[in-house]
């Protein structure tokens, strides 16, 4: 049995629990104001959903992430320490992005990698939206400015990786490798951060309104010094 609690912005509504739910969840640490938090469990191939219609999308996303968690904890995923495959050599592979991945998506599962590493995306407006970049190679790649709502990154790694100004509204950002990357100004509002990293990554002025991440990365994404008081107040840092 598998359960993701995910802490919500102080913009959302508290779940309809109990109120003896509720003080059992604050004597275990797992709920504290001002975080809000769904909470879905997967057994076998079953998934229970808490009924709760105004978050009802995102707690979809979510919790079909757990599901697919469960089902594809194998699937590859490349590790700060893992080496990189050599840079593709084909001329068109940074246009790869605009088709994107037509299979995996959250699973990060590909019929072939799509090497978007030192690519230049800047003020991209209108090729890279709603498209599946799963375990995408992004690292040294520049997305400053670019509209990219509503993407999926699942499992991709973006070590380095510039997106200054970056629009990721609605976007399923799961297990993504941030580390070391410049996402100042970026905006995650209602986006999934849930099992990403961002060590040493530049996270001044981003917008975390609403966003959707699970508890332990939560406490992780706090220790990041360059978040501003505004973005640890949608977190809900302590």
Excluded at 60 to 86: D, K
Aim: with cysteine; charged share 20%; net charge positive.
């Amino acid at each position: 049995m598998a359960t993701l609690s995910l802490p919500l912005s102080q913009n959302t509504r508290f779940l309809p629990y109990s109120s003896s739910k509720r003080r059992h969840f604050l004597s275990q640490g797992l709920l504290h104001p001002p975080i809000k938090i769904i909470t879905c469990s997967a057994k076998r191939d079953q998934v229970d959903f808490v009924s709760f219609t105004p978050l009802k999308e995102l707690q979809t996303v979510a919790c079909g992430l757990l599901a697919a968690w469960a089902v594809t904890a194998a699937s590859p995923v490349i590790a700060a320490s893992q080496r990189l495959p050599p840079l593709s050599t084909e001329p068109n592979r940074c246009e790869k992005a605009f088709v994107g991945n037509t299979i995996g998506q959250a699973n990060g599962v590909y019929d072939k990698p799509i090497d978007l590493r030192f690519c230049d995306y800047t003020n991209e407006k209108s090729n890279l939206k709603g498209k599946s970049l799963a375990a995408a190679l992004m690292s040294d790649a520049k997305f400053d400015g670019a509209d990219m709502s509503e993407v999926v990154m699942s499992k991709a790694y973006a070590v380095g990786a510039s997106f200054k100004g970056v629009d990721f509204s609605n976007a399923v950002l799961d297990r993504v490798n941030f580390g070391k990357a410049n996402l100042q100004g970026a905006v995650f509002k209602n986006a999934v951060l849930s099992g990403s990293t961002f060590d040493e990554a530049q996270l001044a002025d981003a917008v975390f309104e609403d966003t959707i991440i699970g508890y332990i990365d939560l406490q992780k994404l706090c220790t990041n010094k360059t978040i501003d008081p505004e973005g640890r107040a949608n977190l809900g840092c302590r």
